[in-house]
């Protein structure tokens, strides 16, 4: 079976681990910082807050941006349901702004219409956070303008897209964006197994993330309250969690890291072989891309014209019958039953609606070989046809 995704790990990765294992530090050594300042570098950003996966930065970010029960925050409906999980741990209300069809990502316009509605009842929200779906980069400078204008933050749920740069710079440099969050599970580009990261350039947002992610807890005699009792004195002084990531997992993220350069040439290399291949085909449409932006390509989607849901759910069986674990990015949050408890309903969000029931993903690695690329669209067309 050729899976959709998966991680890319060589020796170099396994002698990290184990050097890290068999060291006096396996979880708050020195391995953390490194990879803090290692990717906050890489990026462009002045801080980086490791954690144990992408969906704690989220949450973490919106406390640090002081989410709580009387905010809104906004997000894309074609996303995994982290994204807007988010919110709800912080009290707040969630809602959705509908995406580009072309693109998977949120509509800068869909956008704009919403947050003029949302001044005149009162009601904008505090943060919207978009997510650069696939790898590929969102509007950013339209939203940054957007944030001035209506006075929201922007966090970025750059799970997809590390190392993808949108007009020139990196994801996570924080040109456009107050905090950006990436994930290191085994499905995205590079790994610590479970893991997540916020990069910020504000050094008080840093700071409370690093005290939220370990219980509220501080150890830095500037910000305690009261006068040490000793040398072992600690004090907590918001409601934190344990959502620290391990050193062993930041050794095997700096590893990781050396090949991520490596590894979104290759993801855009087979991309562009799988473009090639699908322009013969009409009816099958990869996705859109935004010409100001780099795509880390996280998943490859093409959209597929006048399906039905039986169609849609016949092709990726077929596909999986054939060895070919294609999925399916994304079921549109709002039409969880969790979601749909809240009030939302089908309908809400046309475009995401008529793009789910169009999409597919298809097999995208850094180990993925060109043959399989060429079988896959032969496959595909194949089963398209009947
Ligand atoms: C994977 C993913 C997350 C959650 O990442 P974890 O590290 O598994 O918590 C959040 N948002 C998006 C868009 C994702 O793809």
Redesign the pocket.
């Known amino acids: 079976m050729i899976p959709y995704g998966r991680q890319h790990l060589d020796e170099e990765d396994v002698k990290a681990v184990v050097e890290t294992l068999t060291s006096n530090w396996l979880t708050q050594g020195p391995a953390v910082p490194k990879f803090e300042a290692a990717l906050a570098d890489y990026c462009g950003a002045e801080f980086g807050v490791a954690v144990n996966?992408?969906?704690?930065a989220?949450h973490i970010a919106c406390l640090a941006l002081g989410i709580g029960e009387d905010d809104l925050v906004w997000t894309s409906p074609n996303?995994?349901v982290?994204?807007s999980n988010c919110a709800l741990y912080c009290g707040a209300s969630v809602d959705f702004v509908d995406i580009d069809l072309q693109t998977g990502n949120m509509c800068m316009k869909a956008l704009k219409q919403k947050l003029e509605h949302a001044q005149n009842i009162n009601a904008l929200p505090k943060v919207v956070i978009p997510?650069h779906f696939a790898g590929q980069p969102c509007d950013m400078e339209s939203l940054h303008v957007l944030a001035k204008q209506f006075g929201f933050y922007v966090i970025e749920?750059a799970?997809?897209a590390i190392g993808a740069k949108y007009k020139g710079a990196f994801i996570g440099s924080g040109q456009y964006a107050d905090i950006c969050v990436f994930?290191?599970?085994p499905?995205?580009i590079i790994t610590t197994m479970?893991?997540?990261m916020a990069l910020t350039n504000n050094s008080e947002w840093a700071e409370k993330m690093r005290m939220l992610r370990s219980h509220g807890i501080t150890n830095n005699p500037e910000v305690m309250t009261e006068e040490s009792h000793g040398p072992w004195y600690y004090q907590q002084i918001s409601l934190g969690f344990n959502y620290r990531m391990t050193d062993v997992e930041a050794a095997l993220g700096l590893s990781q890291l050396n090949k991520l350069e490596e590894f979104l040439e290759k993801r855009n290399a087979l991309a562009a072989h799988y473009d090639r291949l699908f322009s013969e085909y009409e009816n099958i449409t990869p996705l859109k891309q935004n010409t100001d932006g780099y795509s880390s390509y996280h998943l490859y989607v093409v959209r597929i014209d006048s399906f039905t849901d039986k169609q849609h759910a016949d092709l990726v069986t077929n596909l999986r019958e054939q060895g070919i674990f294609a999925h399916v990015h994304y079921i549109p949050i709002h039409m969880q039953p969790y979601y749909k408890n809240l009030g939302f309903k089908l309908g809400d969000f046309p475009n995401a609606e008529t793009y789910y029931q169009q999409a597919v993903t298809l097999p995208l690695f850094p180990e993925l070989t060109f043959e399989q690329v060429e079988f896959v669209v032969k496959i595909l067309a194949e089963e398209i046809k009947r």
Do not use: M, N, Q, Y
């Open positions: 996966s992408a969906t704690s989220l996303s995994f982290a994204s997510v749920d799970s997809h994930s290191f599970h499905v995205k479970e893991g997540g």
